[in-house]
């Protein structure tokens, strides 16, 4: 009888211990050091099709409620920062315009046309109708986007040299996008 003793208090142990285990099991896994941030590799890509080939973005800005906002618009061609330029011209859109964007440049006046110069800076001939510093800004801004992208280049440091027709003498400012 002592032997069916002792199997009995083992049996009244075997749960003790099980609960024991699984209490322990979680501590076992705290031994898992962090690794630090991983590269997160490429941003996710859709499937392209041959209507999106070839096409590519240039950024615009217009103003809003906070100042001056970037918005993305699609061009096809070599030319960006003259894409971008017509773009700034032609206004918001309508969705835009939902948005709350608002453009100071001159309605129907043309389009500013750029030249890139050497690596950092681009110049662009204003037609008249372009003097008022909100247009001026958002002029700036936009040329300096398109010009920086397709040299590679910062745009907090890229210059812009806008020359201006006024109702006197041309004038040419050189200027920074500041956002």
């Known amino acids: 009888?002592?032997?069916?003793?002792?199997?009995?208090?083992?049996?009244?142990?075997?749960?003790?211990?099980g609960v024991a285990l699984l209490l322990l099991l979680p501590l076992a896994a705290c031994a898992v050091t962090d690794t630090g941030p991983e590269p997160a590799g490429p941003p996710a890509a859709g499937?392209?099709?041959s209507a999106s080939a070839g096409t590519a973005v240039v950024h615009v800005y217009f103003y809003s409620a906070q100042g001056l906002e970037r918005v993305s618009r699609p061009y096809r061609g070599p030319d960006a920062t003259g894409a971008a330029l017509r773009e700034l011209a032609s206004g918001p859109d309508a969705a835009?315009?939902?948005?709350?964007?608002?453009s100071y440049a001159p309605a129907g006046a043309p389009a500013p046309?750029?030249?890139?110069?050497?690596?950092g800076s681009v110049r662009v001939f204003a037609p008249q109708g372009w003097e008022s510093r909100s247009a001026l800004r958002q002029l700036v801004c936009t040329a300096a986007d398109a010009a920086s992208t397709a040299?590679?280049?910062?745009?907090?440091?890229?210059?812009?040299?806008?020359?201006?027709v006024t109702s006197g003498e041309p004038v040419t400012v050189t200027r920074m996008c500041t956002l």
Do not use: N, Y
Request: zero cysteines.
């Open 1 to 17: 009888m002592p032997h069916v003793t002792r199997l009995k208090r083992r049996h009244a142990q075997l749960p003790a211990l």
């Open 47 to 49: 499937p392209r099709d």
């Open 96 to 102: 835009e315009r939902a948005r709350g964007l608002i």
């Open 113 to 119: 046309v750029g030249t890139a110069q050497q690596p």
């Open 151 to 164: 040299q590679g280049t910062s745009l907090r440091t890229f210059k812009v040299k806008v020359r201006q």
